[in-house]
């Protein structure tokens, strides 16, 4: 699996320069956004909140790609864990994805991404005495891989902000782990909006 990570960056990357040559004019946009998250690493397993900050630039004709840069951030803790003990952790995620409008009807389009990332963890276990242990340990693991999210955007031309809601944002990555959140987004569009 690990031999295709190269692989699929540089098809994202060739994908991102060719379709810049079929656009007559590019959107770029700043794009935040808030979300509930799912997190299960090597020593770690929590939920959370998550924030994300990143760039946007769009391709193609009727600009139905976008490539976004992004990062990450989230605190995670074991709610409703029994059978490991408590943790409290960080973990930030730098990430690419390139986005792809699979249907649109007016302001409003289905969202695919396809994308790389690599993850940063670390934080305590041990801290609840689980078992009679009231000590804890300091632990840090890396992590890269691919991910995947689906999702709905509503984009007005006219308009200075775009909104998207995505209920399936998956990571798949090394040391068995999986992240998944549901995000909300708000992209500002960075360019004048007249013609």
Do not use: C, W
Not at 118 to 146: A, D, W
Request: net charge positive; proline share 3%; aromatic share 16%.
């Amino acid at each position: 699996m690990r031999r295709f990570y190269p692989l699929l960056i540089v098809i994202l990357l060739f994908s991102a320069f060719t379709l810049s040559a079929q656009d007559t004019r590019h959107f770029n946009s700043l794009t935040t956004g808030i979300g509930f998250g799912y997190s299960e690493g090597k020593q770690e397993s929590g939920f959370g909140l998550v924030y994300e900050i990143g760039y946007q630039r769009s391709f193609g004709r009727s600009n139905r790609f976008r490539f976004n840069p992004n990062l990450q951030y989230g605190g995670f803790l074991p709610f409703a864990t029994t059978d490991m003990p408590d943790q409290l952790y960080r973990l930030s995620t730098l990430a690419l994805d390139l986005h792809y409008d699979l249907a649109r009807f007016k302001s409003l389009s289905l969202v695919t991404t396809p994308g790389i990332f690599g993850s940063y963890s670390r934080g305590l276990t041990g801290t609840g005495g689980m078992n009679g242990i009231s000590s804890s340990e300091y632990f840090q693991s890396f992590y890269f891989g691919g991910k995947f999210s689906l999702g709905i955007r509503i984009s007005k031309s006219i308009k200075r902000l775009a909104y998207e809601i995505r209920p399936l944002n998956i990571h798949f990555g090394s040391k068995y782990f999986l992240y998944n959140s549901i995000m909300f987004k708000v992209h500002i569009k960075l360019d004048s909006l007249e013609n």
